[in-house]
């Protein structure tokens, strides 16, 4: 799983627990605030209500017929209170009175009387002269038929001789309580979820630099070395990157060497192998002058092939261990081709080839260093001569291109040789990879376009190659305008 989404992940959860949590212990104080403010009046009402009643009192007897009357006429009456999200059309308060045994002598829902509640805590408190209260549960298992049972003293002359007690239900405030409870509850996940999604925007903020040197690490393992090296704005993500940057090239530059170290071996063993049996045969007294010059002629162009193969190679590196061009300047790719095909007329004209082009007349402006675009296009122009035939054609067209990512120039080199095999159209930019030339059977460097391939991505730009259907091979080269 990706880091971000653990960090955001634990961001959730951590959130979440701890909004559940806080909701809970809000819950329980919340339920017990309401108990607290629905005791409270209870207390006022049941020694209002005592005091009254202990002016009914005769001989020490209770007398609660004014009463009983009294809320039988307000149990009749019709009234409409709103109360926010509460509407109250009837009165939610009770009563009874206990003689001194804890016999019920009234009881304002005329249910209980006559029976002995002498064991009940609020009598057995208030008639020593404490607190009284209680709540008790109608249903055992649900908490919302709590009544709440709140005693006051019933005294003459001094002595206890009863106990009045108000009820209420806790149904009668349960429209307030739930309406706090789903207010707290919403409140808990609309913070929850706003703690998530800052927490996800900061994850990201601190998140996205490693997500951006993953990347450069990539398009660097890819052999892209135009890509720029992210700036990562944390202190300890940039000493992150600054080693990983060392680390890659200190890993590349033996790479590298060991690369070509390798590769150089390799490549020159056919022709020094070519040049010491020749040489070996050169010792012989009796060898003919015409085998004689023959060899020789072996071991000279063996060793200008070592030559051109170690020149190609230094040249080679250079470019592939740039990341970059040191600088860029406005270079006219169609008077830098003009410049590139007279070098080469005169190996032209050797094979009897015709050269044209297209598109060259007006200037094509790019970005880029003019030496370093002018040994691709060597290459590349000079690959084609090598493989056309006596008599054949090369032609340079240009062209201007206009894609939605912005105007490019393609420089198209063509000609009438055999083309590639179709196994080595995928390979023709490899090093060291190369075909025997028809005419004289040897192979070439195995460098030239592969130089012309590194040359042309330090310019931010791309090389092709196909077959023509009308025969022979074409090589383009894309490169921004200095527009794009």
Request: one cysteine or more.
């Amino acid at each position: 799983m990706r880091l971000t989404l653990l960090i955001i992940l634990g961001f959730f959860v951590i959130a979440g627990g701890t909004f559940f949590w806080m909701r809970q212990i809000t819950l329980e104080d919340v339920g017990r605030q309401y108990s607290q403010a629905a005791e409270e009046p209870l207390v006022d009402t049941a020694h209002l209500l005592a005091s009254l009643l202990e002016q009914d009192i005769v001989d020490g007897r209770i007398h609660p017929e004014r009463f009983r009357n009294a809320f039988h006429d307000a149990n009749r009456r019709e009234f409409e209170a709103r109360i926010y999200a509460l509407v109250k059309n009837r009165i939610a308060t009770s009563i009874y009175v206990l003689d001194a045994n804890g016999l019920v002598v009234f009881d304002s829902e005329g249910l209980r009387e006559g029976q002995d509640f002498s064991g009940y805590r609020d009598y057995r408190l208030t008639i020593k002269g404490g607190y009284g209260a209680r709540a008790s549960r109608t249903d055992p298992n649900d908490p919302r038929t709590t009544v709440f049972h709140v005693a006051a003293p019933v005294t003459w002359q001094g002595d206890i001789i009863g106990v009045l007690t108000v009820m209420r239900s806790e149904t009668a405030m349960a429209p307030f309580a739930e309406e706090t409870r789903d207010r707290l509850t919403w409140a808990a996940i609309r913070a929850a979820a706003v703690i998530t999604v800052l927490g996800a925007l900061w994850t990201y903020w601190l998140v996205s630099p490693i997500g951006s040197l993953t990347s450069y690490a990539r398009s660097v393992r890819n052999g892209l070395r135009t890509v720029t090296r992210p700036a990562a704005g944390h202190a300890e993500l940039r000493l992150l990157r600054d080693a990983v940057e060392e680390m890659r090239h200190e890993l590349e530059g033996r790479q590298y060497v060991e690369n070509y170290v390798q590769a150089l071996t390799h490549e020159l063993k056919s022709p020094l192998a070519a040049i010491r049996g020749a040489s070996e045969l050169l010792t012989e007294a009796s060898m003919p002058e015409e085998k004689r010059e023959r060899f020789l002629a072996n071991i000279r162009a063996e060793t200008e092939r070592c030559d051109e193969l170690i020149r190609g190679l230094l040249r080679l590196a250079a470019l592939e261990t740039r990341q970059d061009l040191d600088h860029r300047e406005p270079v006219d790719l169609a008077a830098l081709a003009r410049e590139e095909m007279a070098l080469i007329t005169p190996r032209c004209t050797g094979k009897s080839m015709g050269l044209s082009s297209h598109g060259l007349n007006e200037p094509a402006m790019v970005n880029g260093d003019s030496l370093v675009l002018g040994l691709a296009l060597r290459n590349v122009l000079s690959n084609a001569v090598d493989f056309s035939p006596q008599g054949g054609t090369l032609t340079v067209t240009l062209r201007r291109e206009f894609p939605s990512a912005g105007p490019r120039i393609s420089l198209t080199v063509s000609d009438t040789g055999p083309g590639f095999p179709d196994y080595a159209l995928t390979r023709a930019f490899e090093r060291f990879f190369s075909l025997k030339h028809e005419a004289t059977g040897r192979k070439g460097t195995g460098l030239g376009l592969c130089l012309a391939k590194e040359a042309v991505e330090l310019h931010r730009g791309t090389v092709g190659i196909r077959n023509r259907e009308e025969g022979g091979a074409a090589v383009t080269i894309s490169l921004p305008s200095e527009a794009a």
